[in-house]
């Protein structure tokens, strides 16, 4: 079945530099990547997403890459803030209303 | 803006104790789904609700999972037996037919001692 790797699992970054967390999927027929924050005991909470038709989406400090023949995908916060520490998790679906496979999450700390 | 919502917030209940954990999906949406998070991992799907019946589960999902619509509104997970493992938070998610973006509810912190 279809897997998502994530990584890093732990990012330590220095307020106001990049973070960039990465992923890569198993089947190619994949055709959604969703990214989701979700702070301590809260729910997943979409951030932003790209379909397997477009290669790059932005949102304002926020971008995601796609790399369908590679099948990776990467998640791209510029000018970090203490706000952005959270758990980030990467995602991964066939279809429209097809199940959410979620990688294993990348905890990201923003440092003062 | 709908919300999906979930109750209880959190449960406590004994090993081999059945528990009922209730969803109310945003009105117009068709699909249905429950996703398990333990402490500290990711979020994993269970199932998947479609018409009336289960349109997918996961090797999770076995003979001590249900899920019913009992009502136009609700949308339920039962656990038989509890055990110890089961401890996690059950979130529950749905969409409108023919988009990707499904909509989480805040979550059933389940605990079972």
């Known amino acids: 079945g279809e897997n998502v790797e994530q990584h890093p699992s732990t990012l330590s970054v220095q307020e106001g530099d990049s973070a960039v967390i990465k992923c890569t999927y198993s089947?190619?027929?994949?055709?959604?990547f969703p990214w989701y924050k979700q702070e301590l005991g809260k729910r997943p909470q979409l951030i932003i997403d790209?379909?397997?038709?477009?290669g790059e989406k932005k949102d304002q400090r926020i971008a995601v890459t796609l790399n369908k023949t590679a099948k990776h995908f990467s998640l791209h916060i510029t000018e970090t803030q203490p706000e952005d520490s959270a758990v980030y998790f990467c995602?991964?679906?066939?279809?429209?209303?097809?199940?959410?496979?979620f990688g294993k999450g990348t905890r990201l700390h923003i440092l003062p | 803006e709908p919300e999906v919502t979930q109750t209880p917030s959190h449960q406590v209940t004994q090993m081999g104790q059945e528990v009922i954990l209730r969803c109310v999906p945003i009105?117009?949406?068709?699909?249905f789904y429950w996703y398990r998070q333990i402490l500290g991992q990711k979020v994993e799907f269970l199932v998947s609700?479609?018409?009336?019946?289960?349109?997918?589960k996961s090797e999770i999902f076995d003979d001590q999972f249900s899920v019913e619509r009992p009502d136009g509104s609700n949308f339920t997970l039962k656990i038989r037996s509890t055990k110890l493992e089961d401890s996690a938070m059950y979130f529950c998610?749905?969409?409108?037919?023919?988009?990707?973006?499904?909509?989480f509810g805040p979550g059933t912190r389940l605990t079972v001692t």
């Open positions: 790209i379909r397997s038709n477009v």
């Open positions: 995602a991964a679906l066939l279809n429209r209303d097809d199940k959410i496979i």
């Open positions: 998610a749905s969409v409108s037919g023919g988009v990707y973006e499904q909509y």
């Open positions: 609700f479609y018409n009336n019946e289960i349109s997918e």
């Open positions: 009105s117009n949406h068709l699909y």
């Open positions: 089947d190619s027929a994949s055709n959604y």
